[in-house]
């Protein structure tokens, strides 16, 4: 028999009182003793709390009242001879052994890692192509209105080649069947160099500096080709969904509109900074070689044209690992789109 102090509550009062819990191993019985408490207990009608740390525990009975023990040591041998089945103690083995603490650690960090790189990616998927056209109309118009006053400026195209162009890319949408409503936006960029980039909306804006850069008007068709992939695909609605996910969750959760128009303001930077990820880049080069396929063109005339801009843009003097980089290395994708079959 095993004698431990313990602090009684009867479940019916808060008044504490001063007890003595006696463990009787032979015949299962769990005696309670003090000035004003007198119980004998059933194994049947105890139930021993899990450890955590070095806290102290509760030992609840069947009537509603329960014992704090502080000697956890000791709590923990009786029950070994008292109560052998009795598992109340697994928590705290658990927390204290330092082999199970770095296989947690690890299997967070697993679940983690996958939640990160295939569950976000797969709701943000999900969720970009549930959104209304009307949402996606909005967050264009007001991503191209903040481009048009911090980063974008009227463009020094004729009206005669601006006119060329749509027409361009009108009749390669014809021919290629697609009926996405898309809308040109012609541009100069400060600063910024040549480049295109589409809207949530279906709004693609090229800039004067591609136009100058492409020796073939065949060549901006094909840069158009590839933004619209990206429109299709809805590439930069889950991009900035996965970047945004907290911003996101928060804002469904609380109704905080400023958190939504947080979600909102991180399209125009995230747009020029083209941090599309490198499956987003060569989904799009694919579907752009199928569709100018489609038209009657060649997709060489968008090989061409990522030559030109990676030159223009010096992307080649970047000396970053492959997994470090957006977008695919330059060569890799010409390579990919003049093998594509």
Same mark, same amino acid.
């Given at each position: 028999?095993?004698?431990?102090?313990?602090?009684?509550?009867?479940?019916?009062?808060?008044?504490?009182?001063?007890?003595?819990?006696?463990?009787?191993? @032979?015949?299962?019985?769990? /005696?309670?003793?003090? /000035?004003?408490?007198?119980?004998?207990?059933?194994?049947?009608?105890?139930?021993?709390?899990?450890?955590?740390?070095?806290?102290?525990?509760?030992?609840?009975?069947?009537?509603?009242?329960?014992?704090?023990?502080?000697?956890?040591?000791? @709590?923990?041998?009786?029950?070994?001879?008292?109560?052998?089945?009795?598992?109340?103690?697994?928590?705290?083995?658990?927390?204290?052994?330092?082999?199970?603490?770095?296989?947690?650690?690890?299997?967070?960090?697993?679940?983690?890692?996958?939640?990160?790189?295939?569950?976000?990616?797969?709701?943000?998927?999900?969720?970009?192509?549930?959104?209304?056209? /009307?949402?996606?109309?909005?967050?264009?118009?007001?991503?191209?209105?903040?481009?048009?006053?911090?980063?974008?400026?009227?463009?020094?195209?004729?009206?005669?080649?601006?006119?060329?162009?749509?027409?361009?890319?009108?009749?390669?949408?014809?021919?290629?069947?697609?009926?996405?409503?898309?809308?040109?936006?012609?541009?100069?960029?400060?600063?910024?160099?040549?480049?295109?980039?589409?809207?949530?909306?279906?709004?693609?804006?090229?800039?004067?500096?591609?136009?100058?850069?492409?020796?073939?008007?065949?060549?901006?068709?094909?840069?158009?080709?590839?933004?619209?992939?990206?429109?299709?695909?809805?590439?930069?609605?889950?991009?900035?969904?996965?970047?945004?996910?907290?911003?996101?969750?928060?804002?469904?959760?609380?109704?905080?509109?400023?958190?939504?128009?947080?979600?909102?303001?991180?399209?125009?930077?995230?747009?020029?900074?083209?941090?599309?990820?490198?499956?987003?880049?060569?989904?799009?080069?694919?579907?752009?070689?199928?569709?100018?396929?489609?038209?009657?063109?060649?997709?060489?005339?968008?090989?061409?044209?990522?030559?030109? @801009?990676?030159?223009?843009?010096?992307?080649?003097?970047?000396?970053?690992?492959?997994?470090?980089?957006?977008?695919?290395?330059?060569?890799?994708?010409?390579?990919?789109?003049?093998?594509?079959?």
């Amino acid at each position: 028999m095993t004698d431990i102090p313990a602090t009684y509550f009867d479940g019916r009062t808060s008044r504490p009182h001063a007890v003595t819990l006696r463990w009787h191993a @032979l015949d299962g019985v769990l /005696e309670v003793a003090g /000035e004003e408490v007198a119980l004998r207990l059933a194994r049947r009608d105890v139930t021993v709390e899990s450890r955590l740390g070095r806290g102290p525990r509760f030992i609840r009975f069947a009537d509603g009242g329960r014992c704090e023990v502080a000697d956890n040591d000791t @709590l923990d041998a009786v029950i070994a001879t008292w109560a052998p089945q009795h598992g109340g103690n697994w928590l705290h083995r658990l927390e204290t052994s330092w082999r199970l603490v770095a296989v947690a650690v690890v299997v967070l960090g697993a679940a983690m890692w996958a939640a990160i790189h295939h569950g976000l990616p797969w709701g943000a998927k999900k969720v970009a192509f549930m959104l209304p056209a /009307e949402f996606t109309r909005v967050l264009g118009d007001q991503t191209l209105e903040a481009l048009d006053r911090a980063m974008l400026a009227p463009t020094t195209l004729t009206h005669e080649r601006q006119i060329k162009l749509r027409a361009d890319f009108a009749a390669f949408l014809q021919a290629a069947g697609d009926t996405t409503p898309y809308q040109i936006e012609f541009r100069a960029l400060k600063g910024q160099g040549a480049n295109a980039f589409a809207l949530p909306s279906g709004t693609i804006v090229i800039s004067d500096e591609l136009v100058l850069l492409a020796e073939d008007d065949r060549e901006i068709v094909a840069v158009l080709a590839h933004e619209c992939a990206h429109v299709r695909h809805r590439h930069v609605l889950r991009a900035v969904l996965q970047n945004s996910a907290v911003v996101v969750a928060f804002a469904l959760v609380t109704g905080d509109a400023s958190s939504t128009a947080a979600f909102g303001g991180a399209v125009p930077t995230w747009l020029l900074q083209s941090k599309f990820s490198r499956e987003f880049e060569r989904e799009a080069d694919a579907d752009a070689v199928e569709k100018l396929r489609a038209a009657g063109l060649d997709p060489a005339h968008l090989a061409t044209m990522l030559g030109r @801009l990676s030159s223009a843009h010096g992307d080649d003097k970047l000396a970053l690992p492959e997994y470090a980089r957006s977008h695919p290395p330059t060569q890799e994708r010409i390579n990919a789109i003049k093998g594509a079959r």
